[in-house]
């Protein structure tokens, strides 16, 4: 056993150096954002947020209801525009939503009068892929989200987990280079979602893309990411980094160990502090 524990330890350390020479793949700089109040004045939803994704790496913002997680992410996507910093991704500065983000939201957002093969495939006609290799890619994506049987179905025919490995298998098709993802498993079932994490493990080790994940789940943020940002409220910030240094392939039964519980006692301190000093 301390035979095998020394050599996770060290696959872990080489893990870690590798994704520390990584290129930085997402820049946030000294972003703030702020809006109008009604009754006069601004309102900050975010303060100065500072973070870097490397390439390749899963990173997980968590924290409290309302701290602008969401908010954060829809800067990244271009939906919205900070009122202070920047951010980059692969070196270009975010103005507009483009085809280098894919995002997947908590509802599914797949288009109700198009085929599940359709919809992998809508981005993939927009730039002008020649039918051949749009088959192939659709073909292999189906099959990344084990939904071969099912690319003629429509969106009412699919159930909640269904349409989730839809609305993730057209984001990769487009081969984006961050897949950008608020919340995606929120509305489903605790059975369902436990499959739908096991899922998206399983085809970020194959893709390899450089992932930002929101989520309030504790357990989800430390059974997926590399590293968790833990945010602040009033008005936003990162808290903390954490960084998740528990072995690849993860599997649901890591959340009984010493190293997975240690993480979320962690989290759950910050988090419950956070809560103690907005009181």
């Known amino acids: 056993m301390g035979q095998l524990n020394t050599l996770q330890a060290v696959a872990q350390s080489t ?5 520390e020479q990584r290129p930085v793949q997402l820049s946030i700089n000294n972003v703030s954002l702020r809006f109008p109040k009604p009754e006069g004045g601004e309102f900050t939803a975010l303060e100065n947020i500072c973070m870097e994704v490397r390439d ?12 602008g ?11 919205n525009q900070p009122s202070d ?5 692969a070196g270009e500065t ?5 085809p280098d983000r894919g995002m997947v939201f908590q509802g599914y957002t797949l288009f109700p009068w198009l085929t599940v ?13 020649a039918a051949a290799e749009r088959s192939r890619i659709v073909a ?12 003629d179905n429509y969106p009412k025919q699919l159930s909640g987990g269904m349409k989730q490995r839809v609305a993730i298998a057209r984001a990769l098709a487009n081969d984006p280079k961050i897949l950008l993802m608020d919340e995606p498993f929120g509305a489903l079932d605790s059975q369902t979602r436990l499959q739908m994490q096991q899922l998206l493990l399983r085809v970020w080790e194959h893709s390899k893309k450089t992932v930002v994940f929101v989520t309030h789940d504790i357990d989800e943020a430390i059974l997926l990411g590399d590293r968790v940002f833990v945010m602040g409220a009033r008005p936003g910030h990162i808290r903390e980094i954490i960084d998740v240094n528990i072995a690849h392939p993860r599997t649901l039964d890591m959340a009984m160990e010493p190293e997975f519980i240690a993480l979320k006692r962690r989290v759950m301190n910050l988090l419950h502090d956070d809560l103690e000093d907005i009181h």
């Open 56 to 67: 390749q790496e899963f990173a997980v913002i968590v924290g409290p209801s309302g701290c």
């Open 117 to 129: 093969r359709e919809n992998i495939e809508f981005g993939l006609k927009r730039k002008k892929i």
């Open 140 to 151: 292999h994506y189906l099959k990344e989200v084990s939904l071969e049987n099912f690319a």
């Open 15 to 19: 893990a870690e150096s590798d994704t």
């Open 69 to 79: 997680k969401s908010s954060l992410l829809y800067l990244t996507a271009g939906l």
């Open 85 to 89: 910093g920047s951010i980059e991704v």
């Open 94 to 98: 975010v103005t507009a939503p483009g």
